[in-house]
């Protein structure tokens, strides 16, 4: 929502909405005090200053609460009854949600707001068909879920602890996807050359035939890990696609059935060398385009993440990790959440998160990582 004309009518209904409820509660309230058993709560409601802030204009109630944040906000609504009562208002949500969700940095599957409830068009809203907003905002800000993440209770530290005395298999994790090939500034390369943000750990022995071992790094100088690399095609062609803005023929994958060609959300079908990755990994990195200024497949991006994670090639608990990349700083990037709706990625049973990134400075990769390893069983 970048049309000023659209916030200004979003502006315009929630102040409505606002307006609409003191009116019922002014009046209730006026019929309440006519009522001898409950004016001793309003004297008390008086005293304690709620009357004052409730005079305020509506429009100003609203400027005011636009610089709260969701928990003062819930403070808020712990004053008095006009509050409480106020800060629930879904209209209102519905504004904190379009407003706040394309600042957020990463968004998973259990945190995933329902995208298409959120842009419906107030026209099509009444009170009977009105979402409950607040309850997907509190669920869906980053900032609600840590300050809701429970602690670790005593026997979870012991156990963790006793974990971490096994000494554990090196980790392995397949990467592949359009924002390896496609970005300006080569991911892979940055990560390989920035041993202040993930050292290079060494080159397994392991070898699959045609993939190669993979690079081992380190993470906060304990944890090793391994990520095995796969392009679509060769590093020639691949360059050659980047600088048309193309898309390479994507060697991974075969498409199945007749008119493959014609249907990019047909099966696809993966090469043994790339089979043989997905069945050993302990998790997959999709690294996508998250830049605006190029046109995206996502249908086709799709269907090779599925193909990629298909529960044939292994267990169906093993994670997702989107790295919602650009080049640099200052890019135009597309918001995470709406990078985990074009992509489709409620349709996966199995933990996936969306993490921005960029490729220049490595921000972003760091939290990934540790998500993932977390996900596979791996203390972090």
């Known amino acids: 929502m970048s049309d000023e004309s659209e916030w200004s009518r979003l502006e315009s209904a929630v102040i409505k909405s606002l307006r609409h409820f003191r009116d019922r509660y002014l009046q209730s309230s006026r019929n309440d005090r006519e009522n001898p058993e409950l004016k001793e709560t309003h004297i008390g409601e008086t005293a ?5 802030l409730e005079s305020l204009p509506v429009d100003m109630q609203f400027y ?44 998973d599957h259990n945190s995933m707001p329902d995208v298409e409830k959120i842009s419906q068009p107030l026209a099509e809203l009444d009170d009977d068909t009105m979402h409950d907003y607040m309850t997907e905002y509190l669920k869906s800000c980053p900032g609600c879920r840590r300050r809701l993440k429970p602690c670790r209770r005593g026997y ?4 963790s602890f006793l974990h971490s005395l096994v000494i554990n298999t090196e980790p392995r994790l397949a990467m592949f996807g359009p924002g390896l090939e496609q970005l300006e500034v080569s991911l892979v390369r940055k990560m390989m050359h920035s041993p202040d943000v993930l050292p290079v750990a060494g080159f397994p022995q392991r070898q699959i035939n045609g993939i190669g071992s993979g690079i081992s790094f380190m993470l906060n100088n304990q944890q090793r890990f391994n990520i095995l690399t796969l392009y679509s095609t060769t590093s020639k062609e691949r360059e050659r696609a980047r600088v048309d803005q ?7 994958f075969l498409q199945e ?13 993966i090469i043994p060398q790339v089979q043989e990755v997905c069945r050993v990994v302990d998790g997959f990195i999709y690294v996508a385009n998250a830049e605006t200024d190029r046109s995206h497949e996502r249908e086709e991006e799709f269907a090779q993440i599925q193909a990629m994670t298909a529960s044939d090639l292994g267990s169906s608990n093993r994670p997702v990790l989107v790295l919602s990349c ?6 135009r990037r597309i918001p995470c959440i709406y990078m985990a709706h074009e992509l489709h990625l409620n349709r996966l049973a199995r933990p996936w998160l969306v ?9 972003g990769l760091l939290n990934g990582i540790e998500w993932i390893l977390e996900e596979s069983g791996i203390n972090v």
């Open 326 to 331: 650009v080049s640099r700083a200052g890019t």
């Open 48 to 52: 304690t200053g709620g009357n004052i």
């Open 355 to 363: 993490q921005d990134a960029e490729a220049e400075t490595l921000n």
């Open 246 to 252: 193309n898309n390479a023929p994507n060697k991974m």
């Open 257 to 269: 059935g007749e008119g493959a060609a014609e249907c990019p959300t047909a099966r696809h079908r």
């Open 156 to 159: 979870a530290a012991v156990t």
């Open 64 to 107: 005011i609460m636009s610089f709260l944040s969701p928990h003062d906000l819930c403070r808020l609504g712990s004053t008095c009854q006009y509050w409480h009562t106020v800060v629930r208002d879904p209209v209102l949500w519905r504004y904190f949600l379009l407003r706040d969700l394309p600042t957020w940095s990463f968004i």
